[in-house]
Nanobody, 125 residues
Framework: QVQLVESGGGLVQAGGSLRLSCAASGRTFSNYFMGWFRQAPGKEREFVTAIRWSGGTTYYADSVKGRFTISRDNAKNTVYLQMNSLKPEDTAVYYC??????????????????WGQGTQVTVSS
């Protein structure tokens, strides 16, 4: 049984930083994408970033490119999202997700296989 458990959300001022963690368990993820989506009130869930577990290729939405960094720790089976230069429009619930795929093409729609419970990120102006 796959479990994804997020942590690290909170309240931060604009311009500040936060690091989210996603502890993954239940299987090996070598043929998986691991990623982060976010959902603000009244909006659809949107793709933020992803990493190919095997090889470490990364992908970013244009809105976060240059500010956010995704990484993984194979030994800890954990994925991280380092968020810098945060803006009020980054406020959302952030979800960790996993998607099995043999392809190197990342799917940016929220149709992934497994999801965490979400963690709130609030950026004040």
């Amino acid at each position: 049984q796959v479990q994804l458990v997020e942590s690290g959300g909170g309240l931060v001022q604009a311009g500040g930083s936060l690091r989210l963690s996603c502890a993954a368990s239940g299987r090996t993820f070598s043929n998986y994408f691991m990623g982060w989506f976010r959902q603000a009130p009244g909006k659809e869930r949107e793709f933020v970033t992803a990493i190919r577990w095997s090889g470490g290729t990364t992908y970013y939405a244009d809105s976060v490119k240059g500010r956010f960094t995704i990484s993984r720790d194979n030994a800890k089976n954990t994925v991280y999202l380092q968020m810098n230069s945060l803006k009020p429009e980054d406020t959302a619930v952030y979800y960790c997700a996993a998607r099995r795929s043999q392809s190197m093409v990342v799917v940016t729609t929220p149709t992934w296989d497994y999801w965490g419970q979400g963690t709130q990120v609030t950026v004040s102006s």
